[in-house]
C-alpha cells in the first residue's frame, strides 16, 4: 500500500492514535517517505501491498461468486452458488490511500506527480490490479481511478480523512437497494457481508449513494460523480411509485429525528414500529442497524423489556454487517440485550 501524508500524519503518528496496532513505523512495514511534494510524502508498507487482496493470511475462497458481463454495467461480480446472509463476500486492504488535502492544496500537475511516483511504488501484481480498474472523468489516467472508485477512510480517531483505492472492491456494481453492506475498519480493511440470502446467478451490489435521499438526488450524485445515470430497480420505479418512495424516505427522516431525542414525549411505542415498518418497506436491508438501534433505547424508555432485548440482538446482529465488532453502539446494545433494566434509558419516559 502506498499513502500520501503529510510531514504531521505519517503512519508512525497514525499507529499512535491506535489505527494500525503498533508503536513503530518500521515495526509494522512501514518506509518512507520515498518521495516529497510540499508537506505530502508517499510513504509504503510492503507487507500490505504484497497481500494484495486479503486482511489475513488464511486464503481467501472467491468460489462463491465470479466475474461477469452485468448488462449496462460493463463487468460485475455474480453468485455462483446460494449465499446466505451474514456471509462475509470480500475483506481487502487497499492499494493507495491518499489523503484529502492533497485535492485541495496541490496544483493537478502535482497531484498526479504525486500518484505517479506512488503506483510505481506498488509491487508489480498489484499495480497491475490497480492499473485494471476503470476511470469515468477520463484525463489523467491514475488520478481518474484514483477517485472514481475510491471510499472516504480515516486514518485515526481525530478524523484524519483520506481516500483509499480498494481494487477487488471496485468490481461491485452499485445498486440503491443492494445485496452486500460494507464498512472499514480502523485497520484499514473494507468488509462486505451479504444481507440476505442470494441466490446463484444474482449480482452482487453495494451502494455508492446516499439511500436515503430521493431519487432525483441519487441520480444527479450518480451522474455527477460515475458518470451513469443509475438503472437499479429502485430507482426505475413509474413516477407515482417513486414518488411514494421518496415521501417514506421523508417519513424515515422525521421518525428518525423524533426517536433520537430519547425524552421527547410525542412518541409511542407506535412510533418505533413505523419506522421500522418504513424501513423494511423500503427495503434498507443494508442500513438498518441504526433503526434497530433506536428501536431498542425507545423500547427500554417505555419500559418494554422484551422488545427492547429484542430489537438490541438484531442490532447486534446487523450491526457486524454494517459497521463491526468495534462500532459504538455494540457495548450498549449488548447490555440491553441481556439486561435492560441495568440501563440508564430504563423506563425513563415513564418517570
Not at 450524485?221 to 421523508?250: M, T
Request: with cysteine; net charge negative.
Amino acid at each position: 500500500m502506498s499513502c500520501f501524508v503529510s510531514d504531521s500524519h505519517s503512519p508512525a503518528a497514525m499507529q499512535s492514535k491506535s489505527t494500525y496496532g503498533g508503536t513503530g513505523t518500521a515495526e509494522n512495514g512501514w518506509t518512507g517517505p520515498h518521495f516529497c511534494l510540499g508537506r505530502f510524502c508517499i510513504w509504503s508498507n510492503d507487507g500490505v501491498a504484497q497481500k494484495s487482496n486479503r486482511a489475513s493470511d488464511v486464503d481467501h475462497d472467491t468460489s462463491h461468486f465470479q466475474a461477469a458481463a452485468i448488462p449496462g454495467k460493463g463487468i460485475g461480480l455474480v453468485a455462483t452458488r446460494l449465499i446466505r446472509r451474514g456471509e462475509e463476500i470480500m475483506a481487502m486492504r487497499p492499494a493507495v490511500v491518499v489523503h484529502e488535502d492533497v485535492v485541495d492544496e496541490l496544483e493537478l500537475d502535482s497531484q498526479n506527480k504525486l500518484l505517479d511516483q506512488a503506483t510505481r511504488a506498488l509491487p508489480d501484481e498489484r499495480r497491475h490490479v490497480f492499473l485494471a480498474q476503470a476511470g469515468e472523468v477520463g484525463g489523467h489516467r491514475i488520478a481518474d481511478i484514483m477517485y472514481t472508485n475510491s471510499f472516504q477512510v480515516s486514518l485515526s480517531t481525530a478524523g484524519d480523512w483520506h481516500f483509499g483505492n480498494f481494487p477487488e472492491v471496485s468490481r461491485l456494481n452499485h445498486d440503491c437497494r443492494p445485496s452486500l453492506a460494507f464498512y472499514i475498519d480502523q485497520n484499514l480493511t473494507h468488509h462486505t457481508h451479504a444481507i440476505r440470502d442470494i441466490p446463484p446467478g444474482e449480482e452482487l451490489t453495494i451502494s455508492y449513494l446516499d439511500s436515503f435521499r430521493a431519487r432525483s438526488v441519487r441520480q444527479a450524485r450518480a451522474r455527477a460523480s460515475w458518470g451513469f445515470s443509475c438503472g437499479c430497480p429502485q430507482c426505475s420505479l413509474p413516477e407515482a411509485e417513486a414518488e411514494a418512495s421518496d415521501s417514506r424516505l421523508f417519513s424515515i427522516y422525521q421518525l428518525e429525528n423524533q426517536l433520537t431525542d430519547l425524552k421527547n414525549v410525542n412518541v409511542s411505542t407506535s412510533t418505533i414500529e413505523k419506522l421500522i415498518a418504513l424501513y423494511k418497506g423500503e427495503r434498507l436491508d443494508h442500513k438498518i442497524a441504526d433503526a434497530y438501534t433506536l428501536a431498542a433505547l425507545n423500547y427500554n424508555t417505555f419500559g418494554v423489556e422484551a422488545m427492547a432485548k429484542t430489537y438490541a440482538k438484531l442490532s447486534l446482529e446487523q450491526g457486524l454487517f454494517e459497521h463491526g465488532p468495534d462500532s459504538a453502539d455494540m457495548e450498549v446494545m449488548q447490555i440491553l440485550a441481556t439486561d435492560p433494566r441495568s440501563h440508564w434509558t430504563w423506563d425513563s419516559r415513564q418517570k
